[in-house]
């Protein structure tokens, strides 16, 4: 799998835009470590086919054909074990559109919308922007283990305001890959308390070690108010095109969103993403396999170097994603100082922790989808910067 290479790196990409760096770190010339996308060519056979159907044919209105169809249908068979019902699948520009639309056909303005923080920072953006409440029930971190509290979660559950969990499963930032029986407590309060589970699984294909992806499709048979958003733009590094799923088995639900979809004209997608995502589905095993054992050499280097320089940083351990949650609560007691501090001595962007909520305070977020060398480079200096 080859690193980005120069001419990408000449693309007008977010993390390293000077203005984009100056305004949130403070200085422009930084080792870009923050946005969540990848540094690796896509796999050979979506480059293939994407040449090919870039070089072959013009760009008309198109549907998807029956062979995108299929081809999705065996990746969610033999990659989730899921049987994908395509009348319950609905496409959308992005995941964060969906729930922006489920947010505002399921709940009033000032509705509770409970998200668990530290959490994908978006969550709280949309629901500041659809006016809605945000209600926190905050992970506890037992250890380097962090968990859901299902006994305060409950309690949000119980209050008749609050009318929609929003699920980050595996969780975006701290790692976690929750397990079937973690999620079942979770389908049970939402059935209890008649809350309607909006699951993100857009991190699902990135499974470290042997941990294992439950997706919330796997409880239909006792629960159906839930709306799982997904894509496969963090899977085969295609955020710059992709496109999203809402899979959404029960009639009502699906049927007014649909509705929405079709006001605003949001299901017509990009047809390069359809033809990149057949050909991944079809193809893209081998380099997603490579991929993951790239993440873990990856995460070995970090432990290496904290442990070869016996560092109070500390890692919590990953089980998906491919960002690690760094802990700097020995080292620190404010989160702006540890920001600044770390950003200015190492030159390195990270992201802070406290962005994904305040109790993500003192810790901070790397990505590590790029070269061994990279990751080495840039936890090293990391591990100076605050010696
Ligand atoms: C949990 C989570 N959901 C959604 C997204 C973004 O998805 P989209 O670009 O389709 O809105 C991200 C991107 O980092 C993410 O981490």
């Given at each position: 799998?080859?690193?980005?290479?120069q001419?990408?790196?000449?693309?007008?990409?977010i993390k390293?835009h000077?203005?984009?760096?100056?305004?949130i770190f403070?200085?422009?010339n930084l080792?870009?470590?923050?946005?969540?996308?990848?540094?690796f060519e896509?796999?050979?056979?979506i480059q293939?086919?994407?040449?090919?159907?870039?070089?072959?044919?013009?760009?008309?209105?198109?549907?998807k054909?029956d062979?995108?169809y299929?081809?999705?249908?065996?990746?969610y068979?033999?990659?989730?074990?899921?049987d994908l019902v395509?009348?319950?699948?609905?496409?959308s520009p992005?995941?964060?559109?969906?729930?922006s639309?489920?947010?505002?056909?399921?709940?009033?303005e000032?509705?509770?919308?409970?998200?668990?923080?530290?959490?994908?920072?978006?969550?709280?953006?949309?629901?500041?922007?659809?006016?809605r409440?945000i209600?926190?029930?905050p992970?506890?971190?037992?250890?380097?283990?962090?968990?859901m509290?299902y006994e305060?979660?409950?309690?949000?559950?119980?209050d008749?305001?609050?009318?929609?969990?929003?699920?980050?499963?595996?969780?975006?930032?701290?790692g976690?890959?929750?397990?079937?029986?973690?999620?079942?407590q979770?389908?049970q309060i939402?059935?209890?308390?008649?809350?309607?589970?909006i699951s993100?699984e857009?991190?699902?294909?990135?499974?470290l070690y042997?941990?294992?992806?439950?997706?919330?499709?796997?409880?239909?048979?006792?629960f159906?108010?839930f709306?799982i958003?997904?894509?496969?733009?963090?899977t085969?590094?295609?955020?710059?095109i992709s496109?999203?799923l809402?899979?959404?088995p029960?009639?009502?639900?699906?049927k007014?969103?649909?509705?929405s979809?079709?006001?605003?004209n949001?299901?017509?997608?990009?047809?390069l993403t359809?033809?990149?995502l057949e050909?991944a589905?079809?193809?893209?095993?081998?380099?997603?396999?490579?991929?993951?054992q790239?993440?873990e050499?990856?995460i070995?280097?970090?432990?290496?170097?904290?442990?070869?320089n016996?560092s109070?940083?500390?890692?919590i351990?990953?089980?998906?994603?491919?960002q690690v949650?760094?802990?700097f609560?020995e080292?620190?007691s404010?989160s702006?100082?540890?920001?600044?501090?770390?950003t200015?001595n190492?030159?390195?962007?990270?992201?802070?922790g406290?962005w994904f909520?305040?109790?993500g305070?003192?810790?901070m977020?790397?990505n590590?989808?790029?070269?061994?060398?990279?990751?080495?480079?840039?936890?090293q200096?990391?591990?100076?910067s605050?010696?």
């Amino acid at each position: 799998m080859k690193e980005i290479d120069q001419k990408i790196n000449s693309l007008p990409l977010i993390k390293s835009h000077p203005k984009t760096l100056q305004s949130i770190f403070g200085q422009s010339n930084l080792l870009p470590m923050w946005v969540a996308d990848m540094e690796f060519e896509v796999a050979k056979p979506i480059q293939e086919a994407l040449i090919n159907r870039i070089s072959c044919s013009g760009f008309a209105y198109e549907y998807k054909p029956d062979s995108f169809y299929q081809a999705q249908k065996r990746w969610y068979k033999k990659q989730y074990a899921i049987d994908l019902v395509k009348e319950q699948t609905l496409y959308s520009p992005s995941i964060t559109t969906t729930i922006s639309l489920v947010l505002e056909n399921f709940t009033k303005e000032n509705n509770g919308i409970i998200i668990q923080p530290p959490v994908f920072m978006e969550f709280k953006d949309i629901i500041h922007k659809t006016k809605r409440r945000i209600v926190k029930n905050p992970l506890k971190l037992i250890g380097k283990h962090y968990q859901m509290d299902y006994e305060d979660l409950r309690e949000k559950a119980k209050d008749k305001n609050n009318k929609i969990l929003i699920l980050c499963n595996p969780h975006n930032p701290v790692g976690r890959v929750w397990s079937k029986k973690e999620l079942k407590q979770v389908v049970q309060i939402c059935l209890d308390h008649d809350v309607l589970l909006i699951s993100d699984e857009i991190h699902k294909d990135i499974i470290l070690y042997d941990h294992q992806f439950c997706s919330i499709l796997n409880f239909t048979d006792q629960f159906e108010q839930f709306v799982i958003c997904n894509s496969e733009a963090k899977t085969f590094n295609l955020c710059g095109i992709s496109d999203s799923l809402a899979i959404i088995p029960n009639d009502a639900i699906r049927k007014n969103i649909l509705q929405s979809f079709n006001r605003y004209n949001l299901g017509r997608t990009n047809i390069l993403t359809t033809v990149a995502l057949e050909a991944a589905y079809n193809n893209g095993r081998d380099w997603l396999v490579d991929l993951i054992q790239i993440i873990e050499n990856n995460i070995q280097i970090i432990n290496e170097e904290l442990k070869n320089n016996s560092s109070k940083i500390k890692l919590i351990p990953p089980e998906g994603t491919y960002q690690v949650w760094l802990d700097f609560r020995e080292l620190f007691s404010d989160s702006k100082q540890m920001f600044e501090s770390v950003t200015k001595n190492s030159q390195v962007a990270l992201n802070a922790g406290h962005w994904f909520g305040r109790e993500g305070a003192l810790f901070m977020r790397m990505n590590i989808a790029t070269s061994d060398k990279k990751v080495r480079e840039a936890i090293q200096g990391v591990i100076e910067s605050v010696k």
